[in-house]
């Protein structure tokens, strides 16, 4: 007779457990050190922006428009994306933006966004600098980037209390595409897609 171990520790690996909701949750929520949100899933939206179908590699796009917009300095009431998120804990994390390769359309060195959780002062990131993905070289890293359909930018930042916080995506050049964001609390393992969605509430 064959043994049925096999799929019991198959159905037991795909059951997953979770812990109760704070009960002041809004937006997606910290779990498993982590808060992962697809781009086109924001609370708020400020300046001009467009959702581009199917672009990412878990999801769609999002890109500030028009295409041909001057650089902006992030702050105040400049073109940026907003998405409500409850963290659990506090301290130092990380925020990794899932980008689509892409070409600089103005003469800058580089192409650029920048971040901020909360008031706190955004942080730009030149994405070409930071990966050395060089579109005009077409470098080793840019044909990874292009072959894996993503960009990863990280940058770090501190969260003074658990509770409801705004992770906020600002414009600086034209033609980033954001596909993912994901805010990690705790070292996260390697995932060539990137940690699921978390868990929303309305």
């Known amino acids: 007779m064959r043994s049925s171990t096999p799929t ?4 037991a690996a795909l059951v997953t457990t979770s812990a109760p909701l704070p009960a002041a949750a809004r ?14 899933h924001y609370s708020g939206a400020v300046g001009g922006w467009r959702v581009i179908p199917h672009i990412g590699r878990t999801g769609n796009g999002v890109t500030p428009v028009p295409v041909a917009a001057p650089s902006q300095v992030p702050g105040g009431g400049s073109p940026r994306l907003e998405y409500t998120m409850t963290l659990t804990t506090s301290g130092p994390v990380t925020v990794t933006a899932y980008l689509s390769p892409r070409n ?3 003469p800058t060195e580089g192409l650029r966004y920048a971040v901020s959780i909360d008031g706190e002062a955004p942080q730009v990131v030149n994405v070409t600098a930071a990966t050395g993905a060089n579109d005009t070289t077409m470098n080793r890293q840019w044909e990874r980037n292009t072959s894996d359909n993503v960009n990863r930018t990280t940058t770090t930042h501190t969260v003074d209390r658990p509770g409801v916080h705004t992770l906020k995506l ?29 868990v929303r509430v309305r």
């Open 27 to 40: 937006g997606f929520v910290e779990a498993n050190g982590y808060v992962s949100i697809e781009a086109d």
């Open 104 to 106: 600089n359309v103005l």
């Open 170 to 198: 600002w414009m600086v050049d034209p033609t980033v595409v954001v596909q993912k964001l994901v805010v990690a609390t705790a070292p996260l393992p390697y995932s060539y897609f990137g940690p699921p969605e978390s």
């Open 8 to 11: 019991i520790l198959l159905i």
